[in-house]
């Protein structure tokens, strides 16, 4: 590398690998999601990184060069954790929300990297390149916002932690206690 086009050159390889790993990787955690947002979510950013990659490509062809990836260690452990829990985990609503925890892992290093590049392209004045890593950067920031509100959902529809139950359980006997403090206040004025 001798200047910041090698170093944007350079980010966009990685990026352009991560983008790949994931088009390789999502459908089979759209298959593995129990709930039908999740599914929908996933299966919806499926579709956006699609066209990410050939975004990528033009941003490529901006800068003159052939689009080339180089492979995302990053990414690939990313996606490993991911391909990890649906091992692991009966299908259900906690392995979705699992997954949703992996999912936005994934989608935050992508913030991270389309801003970099994003930042060095601002630098550099190239305003069409700006452009089309900025409509990446907001669906990426768009799905990671999606699935927050799916895992929202999702809480709902899983029982607490123990603690809340046993909390839960033993909240009843005492209920007893204000009326009779009550009473014994009431008795203490007269
Ligand atoms: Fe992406
Ligand atoms: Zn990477
Ligand atoms: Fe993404």
Redesign the pocket.
């Known amino acids: 590398m001798e200047n910041l086009t090698d170093l944007l050159v350079a980010e966009l390889k990685?990026?352009y690998?991560?983008e790949k790993q994931i088009v390789k990787a999502l459908p089979k955690m759209v298959k593995g999601a129990a709930s039908e947002e999740l599914k929908a979510a996933l299966s919806e950013h499926l579709e956006a990184t699609k066209g990410q990659v050939t975004r990528l490509e033009e941003v490529f062809a901006h800068l003159e060069q052939k689009p080339k990836a180089k492979h995302?260690?990053?990414?690939e452990g990313l996606l490993a954790e991911g391909a990890e829990i649906l091992e692991e985990e009966e299908a259900g609503v906690l392995r979705d929300l699992e997954m949703i925890g992996a999912a936005q892992r994934v989608e935050h290093?992508e913030v991270a990297?389309y801003g970099t590049a994003r930042a060095i392209a601002e630098h550099l004045e190239l305003a069409e390149v700006v452009d089309l890593l900025t409509q990446t950067f907001d669906e990426e920031e768009d799905a990671d916002h999606k699935l927050t509100a799916v895992a929202e959902k999702l809480y709902g529809q899983v029982g607490g932690s123990e603690m809340e139950e046993e909390e839960e359980a033993t909240a009843k006997p005492p209920a007893r206690a204000p009326s009779t403090k009550k009473a014994m206040a009431a008795g203490s004025r007269r």
Not at 72 to 75: E, L, R, T, V
Request: charged share 20%.
């Open positions: 990685d990026i690998s991560a995302c260690k990053g990414m290093y990297a």
